[in-house]
Each structure stands twice: as C-alpha cells, then as structure tokens.
C-alpha cells in the first residue's frame, strides 16, 4: 500500500512538473487572426511572390514549373503554364521592378519578362556558371543581380545579355542566401554550420563561424541593417548595431518548441512576423522583445516557408503544398 502511495505521489509530482513546462512554452495568443487561407490550384511548394508595377498584379512560384497570376491583388490565383519543354523546373524567386521581371529556377533557368509577365523569354546560361541561379533581383530597366546556390553574385545592365561576377569566388553550396535593401547579402551553408557575408566594393565572401552549437536555418537583414537568424530549436538572435560581428543574447519566441522557425519578415520597423514547420505562426509589435502566436493559424497543415510584405498592407505567407495566406487585418478570424 506505502508503495503505491509513493508511485502515486511520484506521479502527481510527475505531472506537476509537465504542466509547468507546458504553461511555460505558451505564449500569448493574437487576439484577431489577420491572415486569410487562400484556395489556390496547386499543391506544388511555393517559394517567392512578387508584384509588378500595378500592385494588383502578381505571381507566384515554386516546384514543378509553378507560375501563379493574380489581378486582383492576390485574392484569387490561376496557373501560367509556359512552353519550357518536358523537363519540370523548380522556380526559386521572382523578381520585378515596373513591368519588368525576373525568374530564377533550377536546373539552370533565368526568365525575363518586359511586359508584366505577359511573354516571358529564357535568358541564355554559360555552361561555366558556377552552380544554378537561385535568387534574383530586379534593379531597373534591363538591369538585375542574381546569386546561385553555390554564392556566386552576377549581375547584368543589358537584359541578361552578359553579366559581371561580383565576387571572385563562390562560397559553396548555400541553405539560403538573403540581399538587403542597400545590396549587401547573407549566405547560410548548407550544413548550417557557418554562415558569410559580403557588401558591394568586397572580391570576396567573408566567412563567420555560428556563435552557438546550434545550426543555423536561415538569416536577413532587419530594417535597420543589421543580421538577424533563425537556429534549429526555435532560436532567433539580432546582431549588434554598432558591431555586427557582436550578437544579442538568444531569444525563443515559442520557449520549449520541437518545431523550427524558417523564415522572418518586418512588417513595419516595429511589428516582425515569425513562421515556421506545421503551420506556427508568431508576431512581435516591439521588434522582438515580446512575442505572441496566431493559434488560428496553427491549423493549417504545412510549413510555412516564406513571409513577403510588399507594404505594410499587402503581404503574403507561402509554403508547403500550395499554401497561401493573404495579409488581411480587416477581417477577424479568417483562419
């Protein structure tokens, strides 16, 4: 009896113990969801969103040749099918800049388009490009930069008619690769066990060991320039503002989470919006000193890969199997 009272009370300590962990991973709940689950015609995986000129008037891309049109500011999306032969391509980014834009896939695709995406013509490749393009950013007219998945930067002032190597070597196969606003960029390995950085004027990549034993998942640049990253665990830091190599101290906005953060995104200088695997979604409005989660959003069952803001107003999530969330703070509860 004496022994089954003391496996008894072990347990209730037991229990005890777990609730406690539970109330602490919990954060505070978004009073209204503002993201709005979108029915598009796909269940390929979606990876970039841009908008021409007439910010009515936008695309979507992904895996297996995905091209998605809206013409009504992304309520609604129909697939573009374009005459690019058998082989399937997985669209990585799209880029425009007025009517002009930009597409970069895998194996070795550049698409170019001067008219809003009405034609779209296949920009000839050096067989020596080092590695596949796989961001692209339109500059201007005739004018863009792109990186491959191995960190070599190019760029062109003639339509993609030739391109000038900005770096004089590349800096290996990259998770992902991130530009900032005034040009610099950010390149996480593949491994995630170091990540590099380089800004226009630089020959070349200058690599920086991880400052944790965690590996790193993605990085960017905050609105004011500075780097911040996402690590395995649900791990986020922001780098100093006067020292970049010099890092804040380690913040979870989920604490205790078996899930990873993928991707960040500023909506204003201020609000910072977080995504991650099965559908988690959090926000902070103080730039990342509190945070709270969109439960609503929880149900959606993919990983969310990607946040775009265009502007404060219109922004986008996109992920796993043809997900879409349209930025929509005007409706409660649209998840």
Known sequence: MRSLLRSLQKLGVLLVVVLLCVACSKVPSISENPWQILAIPTDSNLSDVAFTEDKNHGWIVGSNTTLLETTDGGETWQPKILDLGEQKYRFSAISFSGKEGWIAGQP?????????GQTWSQITLSEKLPGNPNTVVALGPDSAEMTTDVGAIYRTADGGKTWKAMVEEAVGVVRNISRSADGKYVA??????????WEPGQSAWVQHNRNSSRRVQNMGFTKDGRLWMLARGGQLQFSEAENPEAWLDADYPEFSTSW???????????EIWVAGGSGNLLRSLDDGKTWEKDRQVENVPSNLYRIVFLSPEQGFIIGQKGTVLKYNPNIVGAA
């Open 188 to 197: 996480v390995s593949s491994r995630g066990n170091f990540y590099s950085t």
């Open 108 to 116: 070795a695709l550049l698409l170019h388009t001067t008219d809003e």
């Open 260 to 270: 990873g953060l993928l991707d960040l995104a500023y909506r204003t200088p201020e």
